[in-house]
């Protein structure tokens, strides 16, 4: 059954089937934790208007997804759905939140160019002295203007130093 709940989950939250998904929630409590289930991804592919009724019956808004442990934060990140990000971000995301490699989400939203969710993730207290120094590095060696001129109005003057400080 647990494979089979877990793609009634996912499709429950992608038709916005909410009576269904709280008599699934109901029955299967283990759900709100299943990071096999991926409602909150499902949520932020299919359904962002959901999230906020997840999070209130207790779904955990930084479950993990596939094999590289990715938050639906860093999901949400990658595919530049920055209202999503602000959505999950208000709902208690972990902005520090890390993947099995390491990376934060705000290492994420540089590798992934998108200076609108590096902005968002500074203002809701993302640690940015955990960001990767080479991650850094190869911002501007591409020359990736949005992400450095995003990079400096947060960082200022140290952003310099933090890039020399790998060579």
């Known amino acids: 059954m647990g494979v089979q709940r877990d793609r009634k989950a996912y499709g429950c939250v992608i038709r916005n089937n909410r009576k269904r998904l709280r008599q699934l929630l109901g029955k299967h409590p283990e759900l709100l934790t299943s990071n096999d289930a991926w409602i909150v991804a499902a949520a932020v592919l299919n ?3 959901i999230l906020g009724w997840l999070v209130s019956r207790g779904v955990n808004p930084d479950s993990r997804l ?7 934060l860093m999901l949400a ?15 208690g995301a972990d902005p ?16 992934e160019c998108n200076a609108p969710a590096m ?3 500074a203002d809701f207290g993302a640690d940015l002295s955990l960001t990767d120094p080479v991650t850094l ?5 591409e020359k990736q ?6 990079l400096l109005d947060l960082f200022g003057p140290t ?3 933090r890039i020399v400080s790998i060579e």
């Open 47 to 49: 359904n962002p208007g």
């Open 66 to 72: 596939g094999t590289e442990s990715d938050t639906p």
């Open 77 to 91: 990140i990658s595919l530049h759905k920055n209202s999503t990000v602000k959505t999950l971000l208000k709902l």
């Open 96 to 111: 520090d939140a890390r993947d099995d490699l390491g990376d934060t989400c705000f290492t994420r939203a540089i590798a």
């Open 119 to 121: 902005r968002m993730l």
């Open 137 to 141: 590095r190869n911002a501007v060696n």
């Open 145 to 150: 203007t949005d992400v450095i001129d995003g």
């Open 159 to 161: 952003l310099l130093t």
